[in-house]
């Protein structure tokens, strides 16, 4: 079993930048795919990045791409996920998710979870 648990949300202004945190803790192991979801009110949730266990590889979604970056440090058990230029489009909940292999970008793939956190971009 692994327990997720997202920080860093909160409200910015639309250009900035802002830097979540995606803490990891029970049975972690560093071949876990690490993934970052999103959900808009009234809107399905939707992939936006994923790194693998050992950090060599990323995937991105096309309206993140060039603004947000994904990265690990297995040693502290954490994945990050840095997001710049915001729009407000990407006001949503920001959810962290795990799996074995792979990096789909299909959110019932995903086994483990977190409780996610609130990025609000304002004008």
């Known amino acids: 079993q692994v327990q997720l648990i997202e920080s860093g949300g909160g409200l910015v202004q639309a250009g900035g930048s802002l830097r979540l945190s995606c803490a990891a803790s029970?049975?972690?192991?560093?071949?876990?795919?690490m993934a970052w979801f999103r959900q808009a009110p009234g809107k399905e949730r939707d992939f936006v990045t994923a790194?693998?266990?050992?950090?060599?590889?990323?995937y991105y979604a096309d309206p993140v791409k060039g603004r947000f970056t994904i990265s690990r440090d297995n040693g502290k058990n954490t994945v990050y996920l840095q997001m710049s230029s915001l729009k407000l489009e990407d006001t949503a909940v920001y959810y962290c998710?795990?799996?074995?292999?792979?990096?789909?970008?299909?959110?019932?793939?995903?086994?483990?979870w977190g409780q996610g956190t609130q990025v609000t971009v304002s004008s």
């Open positions: 998710a795990a799996r074995h292999f792979g990096m789909p970008s299909v959110p019932r793939l995903y086994i483990y």
């Open positions: 029970g049975r972690t192991s560093s071949n876990y795919v």
């Open positions: 790194i693998t266990g050992s950090g060599d590889t990323t």
